[in-house]
């Protein structure tokens, strides 16, 4: 029998338990924080308040289902970094008492490797190398993939995230926050060519999202100046045509990745790799260009513990063990 492993994700705003034995997952349960709806986005001190509350539930919620006893467990896992110190802090904290007090391994996961990482949980997984768009409302990355735990970032943003662009916007529109999923949802029975917005171009495979906003938040400006009510009456369109210029972006990029490294297996992961319109323009250029996609299951897109947990089963199948005295980190090179 392989390692059991329980596994602890709360960088951000979800409080997540999963458990993993001998490299499949048994279980993802996830406490969504709906306490920053109405600020519009995150807020860092609500967010750790709530991983605190929520942990404990959590984390027995997990343990109940498969009839495995924290006796059972070989290893504690959980997410050191990235992500916001304060709600990284509960989950280490947690982590450590757990594995303190059953006398077992510490295994630290970094969030960005594991999200690459959710790409093992099902079949069909890909096959080394490949390149893997992690796009989250962290994050922005192409990240060149060796080997399980041998991974490069090879462009990445240099301002904005791509699901803060969408996030932002929605937001400038008046949507609740996360906002990239309603942009989305709306953007289905829109035009996509009914409005354009520029695109910014860095050097490199590096990415920036910090222009369109700001042209998007003008443009809408700009229009209502002219008529008060061009929102609610093109709402479908903008969104749609938004949504496209964004998978455009991140699409061109992924192809000029591709064509320099000579890796034609691509897989996309982070949570706006739910992004319906992301998905069939991938599926496309896919078909296109020859290449061999991976899209993950849309429970392992957003953040959860699931991934942490298959990082975290490749780490002790290597023996990468952390000491108790180890501290979260905020920024977290992969
Ligand atoms: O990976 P994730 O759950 O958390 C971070 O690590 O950031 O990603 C959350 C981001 C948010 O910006 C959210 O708006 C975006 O993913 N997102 C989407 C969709 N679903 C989630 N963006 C566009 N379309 C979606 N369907
Ligand atoms: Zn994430």
Same mark, same amino acid.
């Given at each position: ?73 070989? *290893?504690? %896992? #959980? =997410?050191?970094?990235?992500?916001? @110190?304060?709600? $990284?802090?509960?989950?280490? !904290?947690?982590? +450590? ?94 035009? *996509?060519? %009914? #409005? =354009?917005?520029?695109?910014?171009? @860095?050097?490199? $495979?590096?990415?920036?999202? !910090?222009?369109? +906003? ?94 942490? *947990?298959? %990082? ?23």
């Amino acid at each position: 029998m392989g390692p059991i492993i329980l596994a602890i994700e709360s960088s951000c705003d979800e409080t997540s338990a999963s458990l993993i034995r001998n490299g499949k997952v048994l279980n993802n349960i996830i406490a969504t924080q709906a306490v920053h709806r109405k600020y519009g986005g995150v807020v860092p001190e609500l967010a750790s308040r709530a991983h605190q509350q929520n942990i404990v539930a959590t984390v027995e919620e997990a343990m109940q289902g498969p009839g495995i006893r924290k006796t059972d467990l070989d *290893a504690v %896992a #959980f =997410t050191r970094g990235p992500g916001l @110190m304060g709600s $990284l802090l509960v989950g280490v !904290s947690y982590a +450590k008492g757990m594995a303190l007090a059953l006398g077992i391994p510490l295994i630290e996961v970094n969030h960005m490797q594991a999200h690459v990482l959710s790409h093992f949980i099902d079949d069909p997984k890909p096959t080394f190398p490949f390149l893997c768009l992690t796009v989250s409302g962290g994050h922005t990355q192409i990240v060149l993939v060796r080997d399980h735990l041998d991974m490069e970032v090879i462009g990445q943003t240099q301002d904005d995230a791509v699901g803060e662009a969408f996030d932002k916007a929605a937001k400038i529109m008046g949507l609740p926050y996360p906002g990239g999923p309603l942009i989305d949802q709306y953007a289905q029975k829109g035009n *996509a060519s %009914a #409005f =354009t917005f520029p695109e910014t171009n @860095m050097p490199g $495979l590096d990415f920036s999202f !910090s222009g369109i +906003k700001t042209a998007f938040l003008y443009f809408l400006r700009d229009e209502r100046a002219k008529n008060p009510t061009f929102l609610e009456e093109n709402l479908h369109d903008i969104c749609a045509s938004l949504q496209q210029n964004l998978v455009y972006m991140l699409l061109n990029r992924l192809r000029q990745a591709s064509e320099q490294t000579d890796i034609k297996t691509i897989a996309i992961a982070g949570g706006v790799s739910a992004n319906s319109g992301l998905r069939r323009g991938l599926q496309s250029m896919g078909q296109l260009l020859g290449w061999n996609i991976f899209i993950p299951a849309f429970e392992y897109c957003t953040d959860n513990a699931a991934m942490i *947990a298959m %990082a975290a089963h490749f780490k002790f199948l290597k023996g990468e063990f952390s000491s108790l005295d180890v501290v979260p980190l905020a920024r977290m090179p992969m």
